[in-house]
């Protein structure tokens, strides 16, 4: 009798921590949508998904490295073009101290990276709440606990410094700080970030800063420049990873490209770096081809901004009004990204009301639970790249499930 294998494989127990609230919702609106029903998808950060196309020139960049056989494995941290281009952007930012730069699958890679390369198994790094879920996923795979922080929605969703220095331990090795954040759309003031700073200064942490929407300010500074700053510009002194790619600012999230820019004094940078750099070459290269992008996308025409902030503004503008108009929602008003993370005031959690939001209004929007809030709050994330038309119907969907299940309140 040929030999089968009978008993159940089962997965590492450490996975049961990883959660992907964005993606998991896909198994509700999957049912919406076998019943012949058009989900309307304000759950998903993909620009391409909507009126928003890569750069030509990018385009043509990445078709011609193939055409001239840049198909074969690059070097682990990237191609020299490219390398060169993000060290001359992040000068561009006032990033002086560099001490490496490379080029990863995504920043989803550089993250995985860039944790494991740094984190002991007594180790904690301190996340926000609510976070990108990206940062717990990748602690839960290294088995490590969260160590949470909170960002303020009173004081605008900037990280709570108080919060911040009770969780500080001697086992802390380092911050992550998203800015533009992702889901509350906030902007960190500068003098935030020279705190933040500060802390790191004295505690001995690693920043990383996580600028990946960095191009997508949507408010001025009163003298009508970008008000971004980046917290490596701030901090000259102190060891930070920035977190930068083609994802976002530049349209090609499928393109799978983002980097690392690694600063701070050399001596107390260089064992880490080390470090970041035997894994990226365990892990053989990023995506060849797309790296070529990324000096067209640097050095090259800008023009795209100016039409996808039009239109973000816009759209952000009409969800913020949305949000001040609808009885029990309230919302900071975003100031960068794509995100708005309203509050909502329901006798029921906000994940209950989000699966209820598929299934009868077939509008998909994220719970605040899957990103984490401070307790006896409920929020939900809303994604504000469809157009105003799609936008306001799912607004209209989403005011008659509150109306209809809650009442006015
Ligand atoms: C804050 C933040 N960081 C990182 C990522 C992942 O980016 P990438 O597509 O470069 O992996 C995202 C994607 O939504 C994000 O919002």
Redesign the pocket.
């Known amino acids: 009798m040929p030999l089968t294998q009978s008993r159940e494989i089962s997965a590492a127990s450490r996975l049961e921590n990883v959660r992907y609230a964005i993606r998991d919702l896909a198994c509700v609106a999957d049912e919406v949508i076998a019943q012949g029903h058009k989900v309307l998808p304000l759950n998903i950060?993909d620009p391409n998904v909507f009126d928003f196309q890569t750069p030509p020139h990018m385009i043509e960049a990445v078709y011609k490295a193939m055409r001239d056989g840049k198909n074969g494995y690059a070097p682990s941290s990237g191609i020299k073009a490219a390398l060169d281009a993000i060290r001359g952007e992040a000068a561009r930012k006032g990033i002086g101290t560099i001490q490496d730069v490379f080029i990863t699958s995504?920043?989803?890679?550089t993250?995985d990276i860039c944790l494991a390369a740094l984190l002991n198994p007594v180790d904690n790094l301190l996340t926000p709440c609510p976070d990108?879920p990206?940062y717990s996923a990748v602690l839960a795979k290294l088995d490590l606990k969260l160590n949470a922080y909170y960002l303020n929605e009173e004081d605008g969703w900037q990280p709570d410094l108080d919060d911040i220095r009770k969780k500080i331990t001697p086992r802390t090795r380092g911050i992550v700080l998203?800015n533009p954040n992702?889901p509350t759309g906030s902007v960190c003031t500068r003098q935030m970030l020279e705190e933040i700073a500060e802390l790191a200064r004295r505690h001995n942490l690693v920043i990383f800063a996580?600028e990946?929407?960095d191009k997508l300010i949507l408010e001025s500074d009163p003298s009508g420049k970008d008000a971004h700053v980046a917290m490596a510009a701030v901090a000259p002194d102190v060891p930070v990873i920035t977190?930068g790619?083609l994802?976002?600012n530049y349209l090609a999230?499928g393109w799978?490209i983002?980097w690392g820019i690694a600063s701070g004094e050399a001596s107390v940078i260089k064992a880490y770096v080390d470090g970041i750099n035997k894994l990226l070459r365990a892990r053989l290269c990023a995506n060849h081809p797309e790296q070529y992008a990324i000096p067209a996308a640097l050095d090259g025409p800008q023009d795209h901004l100016i039409e996808v902030k039009r239109k973000l503004r816009s759209r952000r503008d009409l969800t913020q009004k949305w949000c001040t108009d609808t009885a029990r929602v309230s919302c900071v008003a975003p100031r960068g990204a794509f995100y708005a993370y309203p509050r909502i005031e329901i006798p029921e959690s906000d994940e209950v009301f989000v699966r209820e939001l598929i299934r009868q209004k077939h509008v998909m929007v994220v719970h605040g639970s899957g990103f984490g809030q401070k307790p006896g709050t409920q929020h939900f994330r809303i994604v504000f790249l469809p157009d105003e038309q799609t936008l306001g119907k799912a607004y209209a969907g989403i005011a008659s499930l509150i109306r209809e299940r809650y009442g006015k309140g």
């Open positions: 950060g995504g920043v989803s890679e993250v990108y990206l998203i992702n996580d990946i929407y977190f790619g994802s976002k999230p799978r983002g």
